[in-house]
């Protein structure tokens, strides 16, 4: 991080009024902040590794009852940053449902679901549709790892499954 200087060179509608009751307005800057500028480089897809959130799925995951679980820390660091204020605002505080894209790469298809903050703890989810879009049609397992990131162009998930759990049949003897 580097520090710079910041001038204010537009006076607010107070300083303006009483530099023209006085009659001599200010040319110099009204004000000077030091302000802390980021030096991060921005951020860059790495299309050998892009799939920001790995996950392991669990059974809660795969069953019946809800969704697809995301931890806070994932959607905080690898989604919010490319969602603007007033939607983050309306998933946490309102406790809204947003609709969102999903693109399986795997398959090229799309699917509308949502996204929700959940109820119980500060996880979030994927639900509605999310068994029968993808834990059914790809015939999703507890220990299949999948791999998830969020394309800003078209403000969609990209989604795909990176490697299947191995089955009974694997740990047999030959």
Known sequence: ????????????????????????FPLQPFGVELVEIRD????????????????VLT?????????????????YNHIFKYWNREVVWNLIDRAQQIPIVIRDIDTKT?????????SMDDCFMISTFWNRDFVYRRDLKEGDMIGMYWHPQSSSFCFSVLKRACVAECEKPF
């Open 1 to 24: 991080m580097t520090w710079t200087r910041y001038y204010n060179f537009v006076p607010t509608k107070a300083q303006e009024e009483k530099g023209e009751a006085s009659g001599n």
């Open 40 to 55: 991060d480089p921005p951020h860059l897809m790495d299309f050998f590794n892009q799939w920001e959130i790995k996950k």
């Open 59 to 75: 059974a809660v995951d795969v069953g019946t009852l809800g969704g697809l679980v995301l931890s806070q820390e994932q959607v």
């Open 110 to 118: 799309e699917y509308n679901l949502y996204f929700k903050k959940s």
